[in-house]
């Protein structure tokens, strides 16, 4: 149903694969951001981690211990002690519905080695994680996104660290980021407040949970971005679309493209 002017407004949201289509995968997996393209996610999400060596891997933990049969910090141990850790068993056994033999024995991978698989022109949405306890992990970004001559058009960078995204802001004004945002209770955004996220930022990712209809249009209004987080059911998405987001992160990209072709 709804006019042509809704049909656009649905055509448009941008749909990123959070962490892959990690409802379906395990998160993180080279097979997980695949299967993210396949069922029409427009961004692979990304949350980076540092080895010991000093490669960015992409992980969402600190710890090795949820999406691996490793224990401890990504920090304390090098790429290729990480490399030997078995990434998929443990969704197969926490999720038996979506299990796959094939998932047994997935790596976690590299950023270099995303870049290397899916090339400089997909949609990159990578979030700088625990930019504190990792030091210097900007400039490493940067340094990989010029070695692949990612497309910088298509590339997104997030973080919930101010100081992260204007430490890239000043390494690089040409690349494009958001703020995330986390709310506890009733979301409120000030105009000083967008003012200043838009000195650096082109969009903010609020979680979904505590949003309102006005601080959506307040925030659109203004000229940014806003993609709430992570929204994995239909009507969230549905809801989220009326009230005016210009796009959100889902495990279910599938989901999400099943909302945007109905209407
Ligand atoms: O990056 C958007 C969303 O993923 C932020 O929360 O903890 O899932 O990285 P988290
Ligand atoms: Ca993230």
Redesign the pocket.
Known sequence: GGNAMAGEKYKDIVN?A??GASGYAPEHTIASYQMGEKMHGDYI?I?LQMTKDGQLINM?DEKLDRTTDGTGLVRDFTLQQIKQLDAGTWFNEKYPQYADPEYAGLKVPTLEETFQTFGKNKSY?I?T?SPDVYPGMEKELLRLINKYHINKEKLLV?S?SPQSLQIMHELDPSIKLVQ?L?YKTNANITDAEIGEIKEYAVGV?P?YTYLNREYVQKVVKSGLEI?P??VNDKETMVKLIDWGVTGM?TNFPDLLHEVKKGR
Do not use: A
Request: glycine residues 6%; charged residues 25%.
């Open positions: 990123v959070h962490r999400e949350d969402h949405y979030e994680k997030q919930f995330l986390s990712g979680n993609h987080y992570t992160f």
